[in-house]
């Protein structure tokens, strides 16, 4: 039996600026993000009927069971659709990363995915071909297809989320997650966006050069999360969850908090990520899902 396996990073919006809209009402952005050593698992074995198994701590948290109606049957479509290949597969996903929380879940899944079918099927697609049908999945697989394991970079994301560039980090940071277990609707969120909260129009933020000094990092970070003020009116209890995180700056090593994409989760940036673990392990509440580490993979 063939069974290949992957695991799904999440992926972490270090900053995110909406910089227009497209007529098709695409929101154009322009993004920093980071994936954390934070991953759910996926394998795949053919089989003479497809079937999705769902394990893990957020397992219960995905609506979707069955996989003709979960991300993950969209993306066996597409990539048969795309290919003109075939097939059944028996589908094991570990649900480690919580589900409508903006740090990519779904996205990373659908990115794994698409990876292991092409592999099982001797790579019929290049890495253009695979972001190509990435895209009309969903804005964040492009980027998530990028998770390649090297640790240390941190990813461009222009356009929709399709023009990808690559940034070598000079530190390797660690990272605290926050979220309180509310899921958060990336479309309502969009929906309560005002063209006044967009920072500029156009792709007008400052170009970055391929190894991204720590003070250039703090900058770019002092842009924030355009997404921030929609989601905090979507989602007030989300207030507690960004206090939270920004209460971790008087923790060592502390850099920036704010947060992730649409969504509830919000971090902490550490210069390591020890500082990122012992800063997680002080917080004394315990209303908050909680996770600290380095990025992927741990280095």
Not at 87 to 112: C, T, W
Not at 228 to 248: D, Y
């Amino acid at each position: 039996m063939n069974t290949l396996s992957i695991k799904a990073p999440a992926k972490v919006n270090l900053q995110l600026t909406i910089t227009g809209r497209r007529d098709d009402g695409y929101h154009l952005m322009d993004s920093l993000a980071v994936f954390a050593d934070l991953a759910d698992n996926l394998s795949l074995h053919p089989a003479p009927q497809s079937s999705l198994e769902i394990r893990g701590p957020f397992a219960d948290a995905i609506p979707e069971t069955r996989l003709d109606d979960n991300i993950l049957g969209k993306t066996i479509r597409a990539f048969h659709h795309a290919t003109g290949l075939d097939g059944h597969y028996a589908i094991r996903l570990e649900k480690n990363i919580p589900v409508a929380a903006g740090i990519g879940g779904g996205s990373a899944d659908a990115a794994g995915m698409l990876h292991l079918l092409n592999g099982l099927h001797h790579d019929p697609l290049d890495d253009q071909g695979l972001e190509a049908v990435g895209l009309t999945i969903g804005a964040d697989v492009p980027v998530c297809l990028k998770a390649d394991g090297k640790g240390g970079d941190c990813w461009r994301m222009q356009g929709i989320g399709e023009r990808l560039s690559r940034h070598e980090l000079e530190l390797t940071p660690g990272l605290v997650l926050l979220n309180d277990g509310i899921g958060v609707s990336t479309a309502s969120v969009f929906s309560r966006l005002a063209e006044s909260r967009m920072t500029t129009d156009g792709n007008t933020l400052p170009e970055l050069p391929s190894t991204l000094p720590v003070m250039e990092l703090i900058d770019r970070l002092r842009y924030g999360n355009d997404l921030l003020t929609p989601a905090l009116e979507e989602c007030p209890p989300l207030r507690e969850t960004l206090a939270a995180a920004e209460a971790l700056a008087s923790a060592d090593g502390f850099i920036h908090a704010s947060m992730s994409g649409s969504g509830a989760t919000c971090f902490g940036l550490f210069e390591a990520p020890h500082q990122a673990v012992e800063a997680l392990g002080a917080i004394t509440t315990g209303r908050h899902w909680g996770w600290a580490g380095g990025l992927y993979p741990n280095s």
